[in-house]
């Protein structure tokens, strides 16, 4: 299935109101058509008559067609504004479903922006197509025609002769339309990059500052603003340019209706109530057209951002297995009290690659058992963050298999898997709320309780309580208002909260000075007694206590053992131990 929907799909779902919609736009466009005609008849009752019996008729007439016509038109906008609402609505929804199922490699190949884009820009142009397709086009094709039909039955060669100078008249206003429509792109383009030099600034102020780049930052920034006002300049002079040729070829047209028509009337040709109506109808004839060739434009970006939407979320999503319906609960059940019973971990031989080029993992095969820290060392890019990227299926390894409690992770609903795993990073992410509901993401139902004891297992309870608000402050975006270690400490605090089985630990004390890193140390030795904690850190402290140090270089486990095996027959380790000794490099620097 699709990860979004077609827009005929979505379009069915709300078949009534969607037809419903269209009767209103009939009966609005319907009325507007017989304005002209209500109006012949209204003067057609009051030239050359003394009673006002007809008058009163056809004012009646006319105000009845008036308000059938407004209310229509209220009607059909209510109706197919809401159905234009509700399949964006759900478009929106399943772009962020879709996004949120998807493997991390997806997000590996896109540009933040370009997703960001499809779901608010393209989203956009979208609904402007959907709403003008759903409301203009049929009302705007079927204006033109029955306008056409009244103008040959008031007065056939009138008509024919008007019609010839309407192409010209459209050509012309199409070209302004079209300049208008370049200068007004260059604009939006210009403006376009006035945000980007303003957020680019915002991101690296501390790198200006460092630097003394002010000067050059509003250098670019004055640029930017030049070519937007220049570009401004320009499109207003066009808009007003084309505004004063579509009034002058508007008055044109008019001029001419009236000239030709008023001779017909004077020879007899054509009576003063039809070439009011004529006048009228001939309003109505270069509105369609003109509103028809600036659907198409509008219809042709909705079109091409609805493609780059399918486009975008064309591949499934990540694959999760389904177990059959029979056995689907017990089997659920069974891998997760497994998981939590026994979190043992299994590499088999585990081979992977990011681009399908340069293998990153090659035959890695180890096991951590329950309640045993396992500790990752080598050099930078020995793929240590790798492996533990694998362990939740944030990506799938190429060969082999990984798993947990004896079950296939493959196997296991990712759900359970990822509810029996607690990962911390080496910088975390802080979500832009209070600091106990970023801890209470590792468990959205923990009490106020479970939440202060998770904090002060990581050593985090002191400083929050320091806070302006406590458990309540607002960390900012990203926890922009929180050090690096507070945030290492909140997303250790999250971890703890969630309970798991298997607890990863990818440098997640390396912000954290040395006193608070030994008391978080001593939480960690404290749940490792039914856990299994696997640990990539680069202070002795860390892999000094790990009960197995793994040793990997260039995607490969060259050594294992403990802290003092590998010291005596591991040369790589002793040099790592060595360098880090000096402060040279710090051990666990990963990928």
Known sequence: MDAVSTLGALIRRHWLLFTLGQICMLIAAAAGLAFPWTVRNLFGSVLGSTSTAGLFVSVGALGAVLLARDVADYAKRRVIGSVSERIVYSMREQIYDSLLSRAIAFFDHRNPGEIASAASNDINAVQAGLTVTLTGLVQQAMTLATVVVMLFVLDAPLAATVCLFVPPIILASRAMAKRASRTTARRQRALGEIMNVVQQSVAGIEVIRSYLLEGEARRLYRAQNNESYRSSVRSVGITASSALVSGLLGSLFLLLVMGLGGYRVIRGALTAPDLIAFILYSEMVTGPFVALASLIPDIARSKAAYRRIRTLFADPPQSQPQPSATNRRGSEQSQARSVRRGGKVEFSDVGFSYDGVVDVLKGISFHADPGEMVALVGPSGAGKSTIIRLLPRLYDPDTGTIRIGGVDITAMPIDNLRASIGMVSQDPFIFNMSVGDNIRCGNPNASDAE?????????????????????????????????????????????????????????????????????????????????????????????????????????????????????????????????????????????
Do not use: M, W
């Open 451 to 591: 939440v202060e004891r998770a904090a002060k297992l990581a050593y985090a309870d002191e400083f929050i309580r320091e806070l302006p608000n406590g458990y309540e402050t607002a960390v900012g975006e990203g926890g922009s208002r929180l050090s690096g270690g507070q945030r290492q400490r909140i997303a250790i605090a999250r971890a703890f909260l969630k309970d798991p089985a298997v607890l990863v630990l990818d440098e997640a004390t390396s912000a954290l000075d040395g006193r608070s890193e030994r008391i978080v140390h001593e939480a960690v030795d404290d749940l490792t007694a039914e856990r299994t904690t696997i640990v990539i850190a680069h202070r002795l402290e860390t892999i000094r206590n790990a009960d197995r140090i793994i040793v990997l270089d260039d995607g490969r486990i060259v050594a294992q053992g403990t802290h003092r095996s590998l010291l005596r027959g591991c040369d790589l380790y002793r040099e790592l131990y060595r360098s880090a000794d000096r402060g040279a490099v710090r051990i666990g620097v990963s990928r």
